[in-house]
């Protein structure tokens, strides 16, 4: 749990991106793809949802671009944005778990690792909860447990939907086994949402791993993939470290769940919020809601 | 069972062997031994005192995986008549290093559910050296659900490294699997009582976790991930593991401050692994006291109540003015 972070290096190897130039959507006009490796030209990659335009490689989407392209225009009203994470344990490795916060503000210019509001999709009202990868590797701490959890409650309170983007590592080592409740406590909440007859569709993005696939996210009425997502509940490395086996291609992606019957469907995001739409007339079809 | 030792427990073995051989060549006549091994016999108690008093987190964290401590079993054994054991998940396969079934404390009927370990090698293959695979986690949702069905109140004891992290695991669903408990567990109309009682490591051991009163061993951890495994990932190091292990406060007194728990169960002198019976007998009372109070409590009532437990869990900062 927690395995993608701190471990950046490791990580962006495995991963096949982010450490070669020019594929973190820098200054230039440019950019390289970090799947086909072909040089192709950044506002058309923007216009096409972050998607590539020669091979559909999903690029991680920032989250404000996720709510601008998820939500009906002009309809998303943040909520919650006053919790800040703090340093209850005087946690300190290479880093102070404090420092590490403040970094990763200043990085993100949010205070963690989870944006929620009310938002329309498709004009079904709806919550809305986007993870921030870039904050800390997305990992869940009390701040992002507690505001998945109020994105829930708030649903209730409203009557209507649920919709989780998750991105994450897993569960925030630095703030110990509070960070371990997280799980239980998000997990709570949707299980009132879900009592209360109200739909939570969650989506998996890149990568969705840890104490996040195992709490939340794979807990979707509907389980949404997007194509290539790293989803899983251990790393593959710790893995391979203990049955001592190399791992089979395509292991812990998202075509790999959809095969194992683990998610509903991989949903490429260009269409991402037509199937959504869908969806969510669907599931509010005889509730009203 | 031989009673294997830690290295901080080392200068006590060495007392207790140098007793051993005392008694072994006392036959009651000579005053001069008599006097010699009740004065070692002091000594004893004195540095196991001094030893147990300032243990540090990574020598409670030894203490908790301590090849002699009790499992669940031994605990099944020693506080539980008529235990009954249901197997498997109806679904795919039965998953040894997760245990459940029905027995009886002091009378009243109630099922258990806990992660089992191997004592020697046969055994601790057979269990998977207490990692449960999805199906483990499903078995033991079957049997929360009879719980349920039949007005059954719930214990569980946490006893494990994790869950186990392996090619079928992730093929079959060990997040989903996980989640599903969790899930679950939080709005399931019968009472859970929830016992630490070795090592609670991760999503693993929190999947059998969410309950109304948790309850931890004295020298039990409860972490979100193992101290090695954190050390390898933030220090790039296992051997940094005891460091991890201060970093992230994972013993029973740490969590009952942070909230996590509601009560500690003391251990026998030296640890529960020097006296089951007597580790059993104290968990057993509180396993009593615990049940005979949540048991009069309305369903409704209960559930508000864990969901609220739940819920309060976390520590953060929240700022005026936002849009809250």
Known sequence: MGFLFGKKKK???????????????????????????EIIYKPEVERNLNVCPKCNYHFRVPVMERIRSVSDEGTFAEFGDDYESIDMLGFSDSKKYSDRLKDARKKTGRKDATVIGTAEVGGVPVVLAVMDFEFLGGSMGSVVG????????????????????????????????LSLMQMAKSSAALARLGDAGHAFISVLTDPTTGGVAASFSMLGDIIIAEPGALIGFAGPRVIEQTIKQKLPEGFQRAEFLLEHGMVDMIVERTRLNAVLALLLKTLTAHTGK | MILQYLDFERPIADLENKLEQLRRGDDGTDKTVRDEISKLEKKIVKVRKDVFANLTRWQMTQLARHPNRPYMLDYINFCFKNFIEIHGDRAFHDDAPIVCGFAELEGERVVVIGHQKGRNTK???????????????????????????????????????????????????????????????????????VAVVGEGGSGGALALGVGDEILMMQYSIYSVISPEGCASILWRDPA????????????????????????????????????HKEAAESLKKELVQTLASLLPLPIPQLLDRRYAKFRAMGQFKKKAGGAA
């Open chain 1, 11 to 37: 990580v962006q190897q495995e991963e096949g991106e982010k450490q070669r130039p020019g594929i973190r959507f820098p200054e230039g006009i440019w950019i390289k793809c970090a799947s086909c490796l």
């Open chain 1, 146 to 177: 507690e505001k998945i959890a109020l994105a829930a409650e708030k649903a209730l309170e409203i009557g209507c939907p649920l919709i989780v983007f998750s991105a994450s590592g897993g569960a925030r080592m630095q703030e110990g086994t």
């Open chain 2, 123 to 193: 055994e601790k293959i057979a269990r998977n050296f207490g990692m449960p695979n999805p199906e483990g986690y499903r078995k033991a949702l079957r049997v929360m659900k009879l719980a349920e069905k039949f007005h059954l109140p719930i214990i569980t004891f946490i006893d494990t490294p994790g869950a186990f992290p392996g090619i079928g695991a992730e093929e079959r669903g060990q997040s989903e699997a996980i989640a599903r408990n969790l899930l679950e567990m939080s709005h399931l109309k019968t009472p859970i009582i």
């Open chain 2, 240 to 275: 940094k593991a005891e460091i991890a292990a201060e970093m992230m406060k994972i013993t029973s007194p740490d969590l009952l401050k942070f909230g996590v728990i509601d009560r500690i169960i003391p251990e026998p002198e030296g640890g529960a692994h020097r006296d």
